[in-house]
């Protein structure tokens, strides 16, 4: 007899996340915030409180319109 174990994992947004705006932007199912580039505060310093900053998703200097910013639960 095969027994299959299913863990589930609850994620929640940083704090830096839950004190602003972007809240709403929280996805639980993946653990994610994701902000549009045209929304981010100039700095992410206090957005990204107990959280992590994807730096890939960042934007490039030139261009703003229509990419979004990852932020990771930690």
């Known amino acids: 007899m095969r027994v299959e ?5 609850s994620w929640a947004p940083g704090i830096g996340i ?7 932007l929280f996805n639980e199912e993946k653990g994610v915030t994701y ?3 045209a ?3 100039s700095s992410l310093e206090a957005v990204a409180e107990g ?4 730096e890939d998703s960042l934007p490039p200097p030139a261009s703003t319109k229509g990419h979004f910013c990852l932020l990771f639960s930690a």
């Open 18 to 24: 839950k004190k602003s705006a972007f809240k709403k």
């Open 5 to 9: 174990l299913y863990e589930q994992v």
């Open 39 to 41: 929304k981010l505060p």
């Open 51 to 54: 959280g992590l900053v994807d």
């Open 35 to 37: 902000i549009p580039w």
